[in-house]
């Protein structure tokens, strides 16, 4: 049997009451006549849904699975015989850990450390602390489609006007937008490319939002037109487009430009898969669950810097320009501060240094959200402190996002320090090695390497293929 195998969930009782108590609000805001004796009532009963918090902890395995309650102190050595009897569970106090054993199956066990376990923060938002959703599930799916998805590229003629702006990539990727171009190197290199549309569960368009913007023929005010034209040819030229209204097709843009790039054809934006840097829920263009969100990442190569915990001096870290109100906030409450350092403006030190010595790294919303900020903190092994509400965290089908950063709301920014000193050092621990964990998945390489960012946006992708049936007629 496989040690692997067993997955730890947590659930809290407090957030099924606060999805009853958001029902009955918007009950109260329908029925106008009665809406401040309804609130009233509401306010004074809700707490009759507040049950004292009872925490559960669901035993997933290949044979079977139970559930844990009450919650498993951390003062005595118990054992927990569960409701399948096949299972004890074990708090250990000396090893900090929690052991499963499965009875008569000598030497099969699982550990966890208390500290993955225990729900960090005041909320209990941080409780399931494994990087991944759910690592079987991810793994297993991985390889289902590292074996069978199967992508068809648009081709166009070699002398084609805009063969610049479509593929191959030819330069090497650099700045700002480089995950673009990483991304369709190594698509076009990998096994996903097929050369029959018959075959393939994806079609890619291949124009770049960044290349067209440079382009003096097309511009800024161009690239709309030239989109809309792009998908006329193909639709007039294949069957795939109209077969599907663009469902089954994609583009991936980092350009900040490209959320504007599809007002003139809405079957792009309300139909296709766009894989953006500019994921944020505000942008007219951006559809959350269809689309995914790339992230940015300034291209470094060598050696992963690393700097344990203990020797991050700094609390918390920013630097950036105010363009926007939540920067304007940001400053106006923390910039003064001895422990979080927010700089507006030139850096004297170098911000790798920063980066490295600091604990948390915030990536604030400024006048766009796409900035690459979080994979610079990912990289440095800062725990990313986010303050952008309603923004799509890349990859977070996949990742959960709770266990290696803090999603702040912008409201809370004059609690940040609060919020910061109410995490204990071992909560800390977990979250930096967490970020340690994840921070491959946020490396893109010439030639792609299992679970990099090239892999991770194809998982996205391969998790939205299906969402469009197609019908043949
Ligand atoms: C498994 O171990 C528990 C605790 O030691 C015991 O109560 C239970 O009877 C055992 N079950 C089996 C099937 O051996
Ligand atoms: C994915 O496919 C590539 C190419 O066939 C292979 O080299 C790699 O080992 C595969 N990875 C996994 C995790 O299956
Ligand atoms: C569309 O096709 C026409 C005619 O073949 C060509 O001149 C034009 O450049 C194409 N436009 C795009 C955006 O591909
Ligand atoms: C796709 O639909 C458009 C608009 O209805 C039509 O002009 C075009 O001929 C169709 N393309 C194909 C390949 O049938
Ligand atoms: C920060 O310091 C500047 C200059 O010393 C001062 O003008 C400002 O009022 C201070 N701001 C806060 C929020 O304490």
């Known amino acids: 049997m496989a040690r692997s195998s067993f997955l730890v969930y947590y659930f809290s009782r407090r957030r099924f009451s606060e999805s009853f108590r958001r029902f009955f609000f918007m009950v109260t805001c329908l029925s106008l006549t009665t809406s401040l004796f309804i609130l009233f009532y509401i306010s004074s009963t809700s707490k009759l849904f507040i049950q004292p918090e009872q925490t559960h902890f669901l035993v997933k395995s290949s044979l079977g699975s139970s559930s844990i309650s009450p919650p498993i102190p951390t003062h005595q050595i118990i054992k927990y015989s569960v409701q399948n009897p096949r299972f004890t569970f074990e708090s250990v106090e ?6 499963l054993r499965v009875n008569g199956s000598e030497g099969v066990e699982k550990r966890w450390s208390l500290g993955t376990l225990k729900p960090i923060g005041s909320n209990g938002n941080y409780a399931n602390n494994e990087v991944f959703h759910d690592r079987d599930i991810f793994i297993e799916d991985y390889g289902e489609m590292n074996r069978s998805f199967k992508i068809y590229v648009y081709p166009h003629k070699k002398d084609d006007p805009f063969a610049n702006a479509l593929l191959p990539v030819k330069f090497k990727p650099g700045g700002n937008y480089a995950s673009e171009s990483y991304f369709k190197k190594a698509l076009m290199k990998s096994h996903f490319i ?9 079609f890619f368009l291949p124009f770049s939002i960044a290349t067209l913007r440079y382009d003096p023929r097309v511009g800024v005010g161009g690239i709309q037109d030239f989109i809309r034209a792009y998908i006329y040819n193909i639709s007039q030229n294949y069957p795939y487009w109209n077969r599907s209204g663009g469902a089954d097709h994609f583009y991936i843009a980092c350009h900040s430009i490209g959320r504007s790039a599809m007002e003139k054809v809405e079957k792009v934006k309300f139909n296709a898969i766009q894989v953006v840097c500019s994921s944020s829920y505000f942008l007219s263009g951006y559809v959350a669950h269809k689309d995914a969100s790339l992230p940015q ?34 400053l106006e409450v923390w910039r003064n501060d001895s422990e979080i350092a927010v700089h507006f403006g030139r850096l004297k030190t170098p911000y790798s240094d920063e980066l490295l010595g600091s604990k948390f790294c915030l990536h604030v919303k400024g006048f766009e959200v796409n900035t690459a900020r979080i994979g610079d903190a990912i990289y440095y092994g800062c725990v990313p402190l986010i303050i952008a509400n309603h923004y799509d965290l890349p990859f977070a089908d996949i990742l959960n996002w709770k266990s290696f950063s803090l999603v702040v709301d912008t409201f809370d920014i004059p609690l940040l320090k609060k919020i910061l000193h109410g995490i204990s050092s071992e909560e800390y621990e977990v979250l930096h090695s967490n970020v340690l964990k994840v921070r491959k998945h946020f490396q893109w ?11 991770m946006v194809m998982y996205e992708l391969w998790l939205r293929r299906n969402s469009v049936r197609v019908e043949s007629f």
């Open 297 to 330: 990442i300034w291209p470094r190569q060598g050696y992963q810097p690393y700097l344990a915990s203990s020797k991050r001096k700094k609390l918390a870290f920013f630097a950036g320009s105010v363009n926007s109100p939540v920067r304007k906030k940001l």
């Open 94 to 99: 000396a090893s900090k850990s929690l052991i």
């Open 194 to 202: 097929t050369k029959d549309p018959a075959e393939a569960d994806l």
């Open 445 to 455: 390489h010439l030639s792609p390497l299992d679970y990099d960012a090239f892999y």
